[in-house]
């Protein structure tokens, strides 16, 4: 563990993680002198490789259109049962209120006043999107018609500027049609339809086949507020990040408006698809132990969502960061885990682990009963295995360029990567002191990941 690692250890061991990095940087700088195609993505982090294939293994003939209903957040009490489910709704609704009469740290009053304050302002989340924005038709142009890869870069450049971290496209086929939901979280059906425009009714919300293109994009957290973890403090990071998300969403609806085109979105929170499945393919991040997507430049700090449209885009790849490949050595946050709901298998498994996983690739499932009932035990949610994930340190210090390029190309240091980890930093923070910290805006660097 991190205290057998000693002094001369330590320096030897960034020392040959820094050879290591310079001769693969070397090696890249060779690589834009050779005149073959390269699948590196230079907008990217340069040791960021761009692939045919994700690093997580898919088996489409298996894979499923899933109902989102089945997940624990909805069906809970389908897998342990009504009494189980209804005692620990309540114990989830008592706890923070006994916390705050204690002054416990985490669920004072000022902490659960800040996530009464992120939960305001959310925009009504709609699949069809808020409709104002003028449309080309009503100013008398033609619609907008730019190339795929021009419809890309601008949809990229919009939702950056609207507050996304990183965006990426999945084009629809017979195989990615799969990771729509078959039933959306409120019990609507999502089927597809020939009609030119999408509609939604009381039963069923339509997608028209020529909406081909699957936009995907992420809003950063701040592991700052996700190290208090798990307090009300360390639970607003998401229900904040779920708030920008409601206005970015309409905001890329009117904008695809605008254009001429449509935009069919999240009727509800974690809607409309598989958010770490689209993630993935889309080049993102990689599937991870957490079961969740990783960023290489945000860690799993991101929330993942996405956008259905019928203006044609030139999809994104999937990428190889090393990420899945570091996941099976570290384990970090299956021993960090207060309910043992992670893997702590070296390899991931084509076997789930219950009705809330959809079978068909190969992964670290999760017990997310167990994860629930932990929830329900600190009467909010729990984000401790995203804050001691090693990916999740969130700055553009070399040290940690240098740590996750050599972990992409040179998977022989990633133990020692771990133990680093375990030295230089602290998984859990006191959430007082959060309030006299003095932060970045909304908690977060938002420049991280970015050359520029």
């Not at 080309?136 to 033609?142: A, E, L, N, S, T």
């Not at 990040?241 to 695809?256: D, G, K, M, S």
């Amino acid at each position: 563990m991190a205290g057998n690692l000693s002094r001369r250890e330590l320096l030897a061991a960034i020392g040959l993680a820094g050879t290591a990095v310079a001769l693969n940087a070397g090696e890249a700088a060779a690589d834009q002198l050779d005149p073959r195609p390269q699948y590196v993505d230079r907008s990217r982090l340069w040791w960021v490789k761009e692939t045919n294939t994700p690093t997580t293994e898919i088996d489409w003939q298996t894979v499923q259109r899933y109902d989102e209903t089945k997940t624990t957040r909805k069906s809970m009490p389908t897998y342990v049962g009504k009494e189980k489910a209804d005692e620990l709704n309540a114990l989830n609704a008592r706890v923070p209120k006994e916390a705050e009469l204690e002054g416990r740290p985490g669920y004072t009053t000022k902490d659960i006043a800040l996530k009464e304050a992120t939960n305001a302002g959310r925009v009504p989340m709609s699949f069809l999107g808020p409709n104002k924005a003028t449309t080309p038709k009503d100013r008398g142009v033609p619609i907008y018609e730019g190339t795929p890869e021009e419809n890309t870069q601008i949809v990229m450049a919009a939702l950056r500027h609207m507050g996304a971290a990183t965006v990426g496209v999945v084009e629809l086929d017979s195989n990615t049609e799969k990771l729509i939901y078959s039933v959306d979280p409120d019990g609507k059906a999502i089927v597809f339809g020939d009609d030119e425009v999408g509609s939604e009714d009381e039963k069923k919300r339509v997608l028209p086949k020529k909406a081909r293109w699957v936009i995907v994009y992420t809003i950063q957290m701040s592991t700052e507020t996700m190290r208090r973890s798990p307090t009300v403090l360390g639970s607003q990071t998401t229900t904040l990040t779920y708030t920008r998300q409601t206005q970015i969403q309409a905001q890329l609806q009117e904008f695809l408006r605008a254009l001429g085109y449509h935009g069919y979105g999240e009727a509800a929170t974690n809607a409309l698809g598989i958010a770490p499945a689209f993630g993935v393919l889309a080049g993102l991040g990689e599937l991870s132990r957490l079961n969740r997507l990783v960023t290489p430049e945000y860690g799993p700090m991101v929330r993942v969502f996405k956008l259905v449209t019928d203006l044609p885009m030139a999809p994104t790849k999937p990428i190889d960061a090393g990420i899945m490949e570091f996941c099976k050595n570290c384990k970090k946050c299956a021993e960090a885990c207060p309910s043992k709901s992670l893997s702590f298998d070296r390899e991931p498994s084509w076997e789930t682990k219950g009705g809330w996983n959809n079978p068909g690739h190969k992964a670290y499932f999760e017990d997310s009963t167990s994860c629930r009932a932990y929830w329900a035990a600190v009467g909010t949610n729990c984000g401790i295995c995203f804050a001691s994930c090693p990916y999740a340190k969130s700055d553009l210090a070399s040290v940690h360029t240098l740590v996750k390029a050599t972990a992409s190309m040179t998977p022989a240091f990633d133990g020692m990567f771990r133990k680093l980890d375990d030295v230089f930093y602290e998984d859990y923070k006191d959430p007082e002191e959060w309030w006299k910290a003095n932060l970045p805006e909304m908690g977060i660097d938002t420049t991280q990941g970015h050359k520029k």
